[in-house]
């Protein structure tokens, strides 16, 4: 079985930062790509950012400049780094693991909220 868990979200003003983090634990031989996504109610889960297990990266167009994922693979960790917030960022931040064999996982998400 595997875990997600995620931290760091919370309210912050706009122009500010937050990181969070995910941690996956269990049964991992092999991880593809771990994934941040987000979601505001109403609206499907969205990309925003992913990076594989060679460190390449993909960002949402919307986050490309503020964001930065990273990823320790010792530690089966990856971070969101996310600068000069703005309130339309506000929404469930997800992490995401994708392994090369077998399932997909998901955490249970952590907010994030933009707001003066």
């Known amino acids: 079985q595997v875990q997600l868990v995620e931290s760091g979200g919370g309210l912050v003003q706009p122009g500010g930062s937050l990181r969070l983090s995910c941690a996956a634990s269990g049964m991992i031989f092999s991880i593809r790509s771990m994934d941040w996504y987000r979601q505001t109610p109403g609206k499907e889960r969205e990309s925003v950012a992913t990076?594989?297990?060679?460190?390449?990266?993909n960002y949402a167009d919307s986050v490309k400049g503020r964001f930065t994922i990273s990823r320790d693979n010792a530690k089966n960790t990856v971070h969101l780094q996310m600068n000069s917030l703005k309130p339309e960022d506000t929404a469930v931040y997800y992490c995401?693991?994708?392994?090369?064999?077998?399932?997909?996982?998901w955490g249970k998400g952590t907010l994030v909220t933009v707001s003066s």
């Open positions: 995401h693991l994708r392994l090369s064999f077998g399932p997909d996982y």
């Open positions: 990076i594989s297990s060679t460190g390449a990266t």
